[in-house]
């Protein structure tokens, strides 16, 4: 069955600290892994695609690492600030087929970094 | 901002009714999916509509139907309303048929309540 799970559900950091959410699939044919910023009430903005071949992915602050053998992903915040509160939704993309089943999402990771 | 645009932006309505979401895709994409997203969830997905024509479907029963135009822009209805369809109902756009290497560029999402 073609799932992704992440972990932690929630996470509550300070402000100025690293924190790094994890990702594993189990999703097949495996085409790309992409991860999703979400703030509350708002839609999903992509920060990063990763293709089969890429092992590691920067975005400003944020850095996503790819390991398409044991399927798993990671995305890390380095310094984090107040507007990173938001949840992170791992989504892995199907190759081929339809439309259907194309793109499996993650129920996200829900981080709330306090001053 | 992804240059998607949902409305309304709220929508509040009771059991039984009837309700249409519009969805302005980023100019230039031809695709556009539709999500529900209940709360602490990842999204679920509707169904997707490329150059005017169905073009997968998910989970959902024939009382959520779709709809796009000439200009790509696109409806969602849903009739007989459920205590359940209250979720965000998120839109996204991307080009040629949401190919696995195009990204999806999510609008700010339709809040729906049911009462």
């Known amino acids: 069955k073609n799932q992704v799970e992440q972990s932690p559900q929630s996470l509550i950091i300070l402000e100025g600290k690293n924190c790094t959410l994890q990702?594993?699939?189990?999703?097949?044919?495996?085409?790309?892994l992409r991860w999703y910023k979400q703030d509350t009430g708002r839609g999903p903005v992509s920060l990063t695609i990763m293709t089969f071949s890429e092992n590691t992915k920067s975005n400003g602050r944020y850095t996503a690492t790819l390991d398409a053998d044991t399927k798993q992903s990671s995305l890390h915040i380095t310094a984090s600030q107040l507007s990173d509160s938001a949840s992170y939704i791992c989504v892995v993309i199907r190759l081929g087929g339809g439309a259907t089943n194309k793109l499996i999402f993650g129920t996200g990771t829900l981080l709330a970094v306090q001053p | 901002e992804t240059g998607v645009t949902q409305s309304p932006t709220h929508l509040i309505k009771t059991r039984g009714q009837q309700v249409t979401l519009r969805c302005s895709s980023q100019?230039?994409?031809?695709?556009v999916s539709w999500y529900q997203q209940a709360l602490g969830q990842g999204p679920q997905f509707i169904f997707q509509y490329y150059r005017e024509e169905e073009n997968g479907r998910g989970n959902f029963p024939p009382r959520f139907s779709g709809l796009q135009f000439p200009n790509y822009s696109s409806e969602l209805n849903v009739n007989a309303l459920e205590l359940d369809d209250s979720a965000l109902y998120l839109c996204?756009?991307?080009?040629?048929?949401?190919?696995?290497?195009?990204?999806?560029?999510f609008g700010p999402g339709t809040r729906l309540l049911v009462l």
């Open positions: 996204a756009s991307s080009l040629s048929g949401g190919a696995s290497q195009e990204t999806q560029y």
């Open positions: 990702c594993n699939y189990t999703v097949s044919p495996f085409s790309n």
């Open positions: 100019s230039g994409h031809n695709t």
